[in-house]
Protein backbone atom coordinates (compact mmCIF):
# COMPACT_ATOMS: atom_id res chain seq x y z
CA UNK A 1 0.00 0.00 0.00
CA UNK A 2 1.28 3.23 -1.22
CA UNK A 3 2.54 5.73 2.20
CA UNK A 4 1.04 8.82 2.48
CA UNK A 5 2.24 12.15 3.92
CA UNK A 6 0.16 15.21 4.71
CA UNK A 7 0.98 18.35 7.13
CA UNK A 8 0.19 18.09 10.60
CA UNK A 9 -2.43 20.81 10.76
CA UNK A 10 -3.43 23.92 9.29
CA UNK A 11 -5.23 27.18 10.54
CA UNK A 12 -7.79 29.23 8.33
CA UNK A 13 -10.04 31.91 8.34
CA UNK A 14 -13.99 31.87 7.68
CA UNK A 15 -14.91 32.34 3.91
CA UNK A 16 -11.41 31.26 2.60
CA UNK A 17 -10.05 28.25 0.64
CA UNK A 18 -8.13 25.90 2.39
CA UNK A 19 -5.63 23.53 0.28
CA UNK A 20 -4.33 20.36 1.71
CA UNK A 21 -1.56 18.25 -0.64
CA UNK A 22 -0.83 14.97 -0.01
CA UNK A 23 2.44 13.32 -1.23
CA UNK A 24 2.40 9.42 -2.60
CA UNK A 25 5.64 8.84 -4.42
CA UNK A 26 4.85 5.34 -4.60
CA UNK A 27 1.15 5.11 -5.69
CA UNK A 28 0.63 1.91 -7.85
CA UNK A 29 -1.45 2.10 -11.15
CA UNK A 30 -4.59 0.83 -9.95
CA UNK A 31 -4.69 2.95 -6.97
CA UNK A 32 -7.18 5.60 -6.30
CA UNK A 33 -7.22 8.43 -3.83
CA UNK A 34 -9.59 9.19 -1.46
CA UNK A 35 -10.22 11.44 1.02
CA UNK A 36 -12.08 11.35 4.80
CA UNK A 37 -13.20 13.69 7.18
CA UNK A 38 -13.54 12.98 11.10
CA UNK A 39 -15.21 15.15 13.57
CA UNK A 40 -14.13 14.70 16.93
CA UNK A 41 -16.23 12.08 18.68
CA UNK A 42 -17.23 10.74 15.35
CA UNK A 43 -16.58 7.97 12.31
CA UNK A 44 -14.41 9.29 9.19
CA UNK A 45 -17.09 10.29 6.68
CA UNK A 46 -16.13 9.71 2.87
CA UNK A 47 -15.60 13.45 1.45
CA UNK A 48 -14.15 13.22 -2.36
CA UNK A 49 -12.02 10.00 -4.68
CA UNK A 50 -10.32 10.43 -7.52
CA UNK A 51 -7.45 8.53 -10.02
CA UNK A 52 -6.34 11.50 -12.21
CA UNK A 53 -6.96 15.20 -13.14
CA UNK A 54 -9.67 16.96 -11.41
CA UNK A 55 -12.94 15.77 -9.69
CA UNK A 56 -15.25 17.77 -8.02
CA UNK A 57 -18.42 17.65 -6.19
CA UNK A 58 -20.47 19.64 -3.73
CA UNK A 59 -18.53 19.57 -0.63
CA UNK A 60 -14.84 19.79 -2.27
CA UNK A 61 -12.22 19.36 -5.01
CA UNK A 62 -9.13 17.02 -5.77
CA UNK A 63 -6.58 17.60 -7.98
CA UNK A 64 -4.38 15.01 -8.97
CA UNK A 65 -1.28 15.76 -11.39
CA UNK A 66 -0.30 13.21 -14.32
CA UNK A 67 2.79 11.60 -12.35
CA UNK A 68 -0.47 11.18 -9.31
CA UNK A 69 2.79 11.44 -6.92
CA UNK A 70 0.38 14.05 -4.78
CA UNK A 71 -3.16 15.02 -4.90
CA UNK A 72 -4.83 18.44 -3.10
CA UNK A 73 -7.89 18.92 -1.63
CA UNK A 74 -9.35 21.77 -2.15
CA UNK A 75 -12.48 23.17 0.26
CA UNK A 76 -13.66 26.29 -1.02
CA UNK A 77 -15.05 29.14 1.61
CA UNK A 78 -14.63 27.24 4.91
CA UNK A 79 -17.04 27.32 7.99
CA UNK A 80 -16.37 27.11 11.41
CA UNK A 81 -18.12 23.38 10.84
CA UNK A 82 -14.91 22.41 8.30
CA UNK A 83 -12.61 22.42 11.24
CA UNK A 84 -12.04 18.31 11.72
CA UNK A 85 -9.37 15.65 10.62
CA UNK A 86 -8.93 15.10 7.07
CA UNK A 87 -7.27 11.83 5.49
CA UNK A 88 -5.52 11.02 2.41
CA UNK A 89 -5.82 7.75 2.19
CA UNK A 90 -4.00 6.15 -1.18
CA UNK A 91 -5.06 2.20 -2.67
CA UNK A 92 -6.54 -0.14 -4.52
CA UNK A 93 -9.03 -1.73 -1.84
CA UNK A 94 -10.47 -4.93 -3.77
CA UNK A 95 -6.98 -6.09 -4.43
CA UNK A 96 -6.04 -5.35 -0.52
CA UNK A 97 -9.45 -6.13 0.89
CA UNK A 98 -10.07 -3.53 2.91
CA UNK A 99 -7.10 -2.71 4.12
CA UNK A 100 -7.98 1.09 4.03
CA UNK A 101 -4.66 2.69 5.70
CA UNK A 102 -5.14 5.73 7.13
CA UNK A 103 -1.93 7.61 8.51
CA UNK A 104 -1.97 10.71 11.26
CA UNK A 105 -4.13 13.44 8.72
CA UNK A 106 -3.87 17.00 9.00
CA UNK A 107 -6.18 18.90 11.62
CA UNK A 108 -7.62 22.05 10.07
CA UNK A 109 -8.60 24.72 12.45
CA UNK A 110 -11.00 27.20 10.55
CA UNK A 111 -10.92 31.09 13.06
CA UNK A 112 -13.55 33.18 13.18
CA UNK B 1 -31.44 3.82 6.56
CA UNK B 2 -29.32 2.72 9.30
CA UNK B 3 -26.01 2.07 7.98
CA UNK B 4 -23.20 1.11 10.44
CA UNK B 5 -24.55 0.35 14.06
CA UNK B 6 -21.95 0.09 16.83
CA UNK B 7 -23.23 -0.85 20.27
CA UNK B 8 -22.33 -0.05 22.96
CA UNK B 9 -21.18 3.29 22.37
CA UNK B 10 -19.17 3.29 25.89
CA UNK B 11 -18.00 0.76 28.29
CA UNK B 12 -15.86 0.74 31.22
CA UNK B 13 -13.60 -2.64 31.93
CA UNK B 14 -11.51 -4.05 34.46
CA UNK B 15 -8.03 -5.41 33.29
CA UNK B 16 -8.61 -9.19 32.58
CA UNK B 17 -12.22 -8.56 31.59
CA UNK B 18 -13.55 -10.11 28.12
CA UNK B 19 -16.17 -8.31 26.09
CA UNK B 20 -18.16 -8.11 22.46
CA UNK B 21 -17.95 -5.29 20.81
CA UNK B 22 -21.17 -5.35 18.26
CA UNK B 23 -20.91 -3.97 14.89
CA UNK B 24 -23.98 -4.24 12.55
CA UNK B 25 -24.74 -3.22 8.67
CA UNK B 26 -27.73 -3.03 6.56
CA UNK B 27 -26.29 -2.33 3.36
CA UNK B 28 -25.37 -5.95 2.24
CA UNK B 29 -21.58 -5.09 2.30
CA UNK B 30 -19.32 -7.83 1.69
CA UNK B 31 -16.45 -5.44 3.53
CA UNK B 32 -16.17 -4.73 6.84
CA UNK B 33 -13.35 -4.15 9.11
CA UNK B 34 -12.60 -3.14 13.06
CA UNK B 35 -10.13 0.15 13.23
CA UNK B 36 -9.04 1.58 16.85
CA UNK B 37 -8.20 5.05 17.36
CA UNK B 38 -5.75 6.89 20.05
CA UNK B 39 -6.33 10.15 21.60
CA UNK B 40 -4.79 12.65 18.41
CA UNK B 41 -3.84 9.66 16.29
CA UNK B 42 -5.06 8.08 12.73
CA UNK B 43 -7.04 4.88 12.86
CA UNK B 44 -5.37 1.73 13.12
CA UNK B 45 -6.77 -1.25 11.93
CA UNK B 46 -7.35 -4.46 13.54
CA UNK B 47 -9.02 -7.35 11.54
CA UNK B 48 -10.68 -7.21 8.54
CA UNK B 49 -13.45 -9.53 6.72
CA UNK B 50 -13.81 -9.71 3.09
CA UNK B 51 -17.23 -12.03 3.39
CA UNK B 52 -18.91 -13.70 5.41
CA UNK B 53 -16.45 -16.56 6.99
CA UNK B 54 -13.56 -14.71 6.16
CA UNK B 55 -11.55 -12.97 8.14
CA UNK B 56 -8.40 -11.53 8.28
CA UNK B 57 -5.40 -9.72 10.26
CA UNK B 58 -4.69 -5.61 10.02
CA UNK B 59 -1.86 -3.83 11.85
CA UNK B 60 -2.94 -4.43 15.51
CA UNK B 61 -4.53 -7.77 15.76
CA UNK B 62 -2.86 -8.64 18.80
CA UNK B 63 -5.75 -9.29 22.01
CA UNK B 64 -8.49 -9.32 19.66
CA UNK B 65 -10.89 -11.87 17.70
CA UNK B 66 -13.52 -11.70 14.85
CA UNK B 67 -15.65 -14.16 13.58
CA UNK B 68 -17.92 -13.24 10.20
CA UNK B 69 -20.85 -15.86 10.67
CA UNK B 70 -23.51 -13.11 8.24
CA UNK B 71 -22.92 -10.25 5.58
CA UNK B 72 -24.57 -8.13 8.33
CA UNK B 73 -22.73 -8.84 11.47
CA UNK B 74 -19.25 -8.16 12.27
CA UNK B 75 -18.12 -8.47 16.01
CA UNK B 76 -15.13 -7.71 17.76
CA UNK B 77 -13.98 -9.32 20.97
CA UNK B 78 -11.17 -8.15 23.69
CA UNK B 79 -10.29 -11.28 25.40
CA UNK B 80 -8.35 -10.66 28.47
CA UNK B 81 -8.67 -6.18 28.66
CA UNK B 82 -5.81 -4.95 29.37
CA UNK B 83 -4.89 -0.97 30.00
CA UNK B 84 -3.49 -0.53 26.37
CA UNK B 85 -6.73 -1.54 24.96
CA UNK B 86 -8.10 1.74 26.04
CA UNK B 87 -9.24 3.20 22.76
CA UNK B 88 -11.96 4.58 20.42
CA UNK B 89 -12.82 1.66 18.48
CA UNK B 90 -14.65 1.93 15.23
CA UNK B 91 -15.86 -0.54 12.71
CA UNK B 92 -16.55 0.17 8.65
CA UNK B 93 -17.95 -1.31 6.06
CA UNK B 94 -17.93 -0.80 1.70
CA UNK B 95 -19.35 -2.55 -0.87
CA UNK B 96 -16.39 -5.10 -3.26
CA UNK B 97 -16.73 -2.45 -6.01
CA UNK B 98 -12.10 -2.02 -6.09
CA UNK B 99 -11.25 1.02 -5.19
CA UNK B 100 -13.98 2.94 -6.58
CA UNK B 101 -15.87 2.80 -3.45
CA UNK B 102 -16.48 4.78 -0.28
CA UNK B 103 -16.50 3.37 3.21
CA UNK B 104 -19.20 3.75 5.70
CA UNK B 105 -18.12 3.53 9.49
CA UNK B 106 -19.91 3.67 12.98
CA UNK B 107 -20.23 5.99 15.14
CA UNK B 108 -17.55 4.19 17.21
CA UNK B 109 -17.04 2.64 21.29
CA UNK B 110 -14.88 4.10 23.46
CA UNK B 111 -13.92 1.71 25.51
CA UNK B 112 -11.61 2.40 28.79
CA UNK B 113 -9.77 -0.66 30.81
CA UNK B 114 -9.28 0.31 34.10
Known amino acids: LAKTTQPISMDSYEGQEVNITCSHNNIATNDYITWYQQFPSQGPRFIIQ???TKVTNEVASLFIPADRKSSTLSLPRVSLSDTAVYYC?????????????FGGGTRVLVKP | NAGVTQTPKFQVLKTGQSMTLQCAQD?????MSWYRQDPGMGLRLIHYSVGAGITDQGEVPNGYNVSRSTTEDFPLRLLSAAPSQTSVYFC?????????????FGQGTRLTVV
Open chain 1, 50 to 52: GYK
Open chain 2, 92 to 104: ASRPPRGGRTEAF
Open chain 2, 27 to 31: MNHEY
Open chain 1, 89 to 101: LVGDGKAAGNKLT
